[in-house]
């Protein structure tokens, strides 16, 4: 089994702490309040929420109570079929039963060979490091370590197939409710009683548009402005490395 590098002090821990993302955390969050064609694509060889769920500027088409002219949604097909030819399958602008279990079925057939390939780049890591002559060779190969062993842990974090998905339903209900007015929701929690502190939190995540304080997990995509003859002048793709081999 490779060896853990443990952070020797509090604070040390508490930050290695947050680096292991819950599923929550994996959930990149289209920014709230702004009208978009912000789309979710799944990547069929992720092994973590955050490798399999991608989030694109562009490919999804906002309901006719958000965009009422349907200028943002015009070029969907277009740029739903550029991601499928890289591989990518269109989940939707938000993510619902079907999505979550696409994504879990995903976590489930890769998990197993994502282990092996990260135990082992941690393994060839420590060679590095006790052979190397460089100390610049030395302290990459530190980084990346560490960086392996937050993704493994990730990776062994118990995997209940059925209880992800009740967890990633949860949470996609309630980024579904996030657009309702607050007054509304109030009631809701009223006269249900069903909605708990923990899931009125998701919510509030989703409805403020908080994503992860880490760097690596903040979307990359940009509000996108259109170009003649309704094209959008951006399309890239958002997460879809893993680890930055140059870090």
């Not at 403020?208 to 259109?226: F, I, L």
Request: net charge neutral.
């Amino acid at each position: 089994m490779p060896q853990v590098i443990e952070p020797r002090s509090e604070r040390g821990r508490r930050r290695y702490a947050e680096q292991v993302l819950t599923p929550l955390d994996q959930i990149r969050m289209q920014p709230n309040g702004v009208t978009g064609a912000w789309a979710y694509f799944l990547r069929s060889d992720g092994a973590t929420i955050r490798d399999a769920l991608i989030l694109a500027p562009n490919g999804g088409a906002p309901p006719a109570a958000d965009d009422p002219k349907g200028k943002f949604g015009t070029n969907a097909s277009y740029f739903r079929e550029r991601a499928q030819a890289k591989g990518l399958t269109y989940l939707g602008q938000r993510l619902d039963t079907r999505a979550v279990r696409l994504l879990v079925e995903t976590l489930a057939k890769n998990r197993g060979d994502e282990l092996l390939f990260v135990e082992d780049e941690i393994a060839e890591q420590d060679n590095i490091l006790a052979n190397a002559e460089s100390a610049r060779e030395r302290e990459i190969a530190h980084k990346r370590k560490r960086q392996y062993q937050v993704r493994l842990d990730t990776l062994n974090q118990p995997f209940d197939p059925d209880a992800l998905v009740a967890e990633l339903d949860e949470i996609s209900r309630a980024q579904r409710l996030a657009n309702i007015d607050p007054n509304v929701l109030a009631v809701m929690r009223e006269m249900v009683g069903e909605v708990n502190e923990k899931f009125a939190g998701m919510v509030t995540r989703f409805s403020t548009g908080k994503t992860s304080s880490d760097p690596e997990m903040a979307p990359t995509g940009v509000r996108t402005r259109r170009a003649r003859g309704g094209a959008a002048a951006s399309e890239s793709f958002a997460g879809v490395g893993f680890i930055d081999a140059d870090n």
